[in-house]
Structures are given as structure tokens and as C-alpha cells.
């Protein structure tokens, strides 16, 4: 089991690494091709109607805007946990 933990781990961090740096393999143009189909899927009306029946308002980033945001709430996140003292168990 020690083995997957640290599997899954590794998967984690390169994930979180992938979305500063799209490190671990994933090319710009599929990043770029599955960023429109999402912004696509997303500017249709029955997703919107599906997310107004759920009290949500559907928004896109693209991948770089969110990798700009996450420096910026992560800062904020953790601030506020050390402030509270939140810790993960």
C-alpha cells in the first residue's frame, strides 16, 4: 500500500505541477483543444439552464488563467488556515 500512497502522491504533485508549468506530458495543443470544447459545451443554453436550476452560473478560464490564479488563492487559502490554524490531519 505504501507503494500507491506514493504513487498517488506523485500523481498529485505532477498534477498541481501541470497546471503552473503544463509539465508531465500534456501538449499546449490538446490543452488548447479541450479548453475550447469546454468553453463550448459551456456557453450552451442547456448548460446554463442546467446550472440556474442548481443556483450555479456556469464561468470558463482557460488553463492560464487559472495556472495566474492559483499562486494568488493559494496565498490567500493559506493565510486565512494559519490564521485559523487549520491543519490537515
Do not use: F
Not at 487559472?66 to 493559506?78: C, D, F, R, T, Y
Amino acid at each position: 500500500m505504501r507503494y500507491a500512497t506514493s504513487r498517488r502522491a506523485a500523481r498529485l504533485q505532477c498534477n498541481a505541477a501541470s497546471v503552473r508549468r503544463r509539465a508531465c506530458g500534456t501538449p499546449a495543443t490538446i490543452v488548447a483543444h479541450l479548453g475550447d470544447a469546454i468553453q463550448s459545451v459551456m456557453a450552451t443554453p442547456d448548460l446554463a439552464g442546467l446550472a440556474a436550476a442548481r443556483g450555479a452560473v456556469p464561468a470558463y478560464a482557460s488553463a492560464a488563467a487559472l495556472a495566474a490564479e492559483i499562486p494568488h488563492e493559494s496565498q490567500k487559502w493559506g493565510a486565512i488556515a494559519r490564521q485559523h490554524k487549520i491543519t490537515t490531519d
